[in-house]
């Protein structure tokens, strides 16, 4: 299975980064994911390379045009099959761990980065299947958020952590936060780690690992115990 994941944005330079170290480079010298990124503004329309427009109706902020969005998209689309066309914006459906998990079952994806007032109607009716934002703030771009919603799908692929079960035991995943972690030393200035975790007993290590996670659940965000 490959998964590939395509990025169109009118700021490839933003997002390119977060792609170049740790788990996210890792997963693509393992040939696990394959990402690559399209700068909008070589389908720009026109001598000067158009990618937006005033707003017909007028209002503040300049669109982004349906042509070069179309024009890139369909290019890709010709090349191979595409599960999903996401499109970043403050208005989509909340980014959770849930829609994470089931589109990083997905194969070849598309992100379209929002940016300045949004993106013509068109395009979001005719090309984008899932229209996501990663929470309720506003950032100056989408490609920030669509950084975010590719390190959340890359880490799920299978081989790409090293220890293969520990996507599964993240915060999030069984609506429960993580119990407290610690590593050497077992006293640091005086304060100790919880003598249970130096017992060596696994059972006793489970039954408080599980009444931590609990507890800080309870306590931070007893909105997650609540379905
Ligand atoms: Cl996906 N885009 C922008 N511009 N702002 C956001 C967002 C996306 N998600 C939350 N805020």
């Excluded at 998209?73 to 499109?87: G, H, P, T, W």
């Excluded at 090309?127 to 996501?132: A, G, P, S, Y």
């Excluded at 936060?177 to 006293?187: G, K």
């Excluded at 290590?205 to 309870?218: F, N, R, V």
């Amino acid at each position: 299975m490959s998964f590939r994941i395509d990025i169109v944005s009118l700021l490839p330079e933003i997002i390119k980064s977060p792609f170049d170290s740790s788990i996210l480079m890792r997963a693509q010298k393992k040939g696990l994911v394959k990402v690559h990124f399209h700068d909008l503004r070589e389908y720009g329309e026109g001598k000067h390379r158009q990618v937006d427009d005033y707003a017909f109706g007028g209002g503040a902020g300049m669109v982004m045009l349906a042509g070069p969005i179309f024009k890139c998209i369909n290019e890709l689309k010709s090349q191979r099959d595409y599960d999903a066309v996401i499109y970043t914006t403050p208005d989509g459906q909340k980014f959770t761990q849930k829609l994470a998990n089931k589109l990083s079952l997905r194969e070849n994806l598309i992100i379209l980065c929002g940016h300045y007032k949004g993106i013509d109607q068109r395009v979001r009716e005719s090309l984008i299947t899932h229209e996501i934002s990663i929470g309720d703030y506003v950032l100056s771009g989408g490609e920030l958020a669509a950084a975010v919603i590719s390190d959340a799908l890359i880490r799920l692929i299978p081989g790409v952590l090293n220890d293969g079960s520990s996507a599964l035991t993240d915060s999030f995943q069984d609506n429960l936060l993580s119990h407290p972690i610690y590593t050497r030393p077992s006293n640091f200035e005086g304060m100790k780690v919880p003598d249970v975790l130096l017992s060596g007993d696994s059972k006793k290590i489970e039954i408080w690992k599980a009444e931590q996670a609990l507890k800080i659940t309870k306590a931070k965000r007893p909105d997650l115990l609540e379905g």
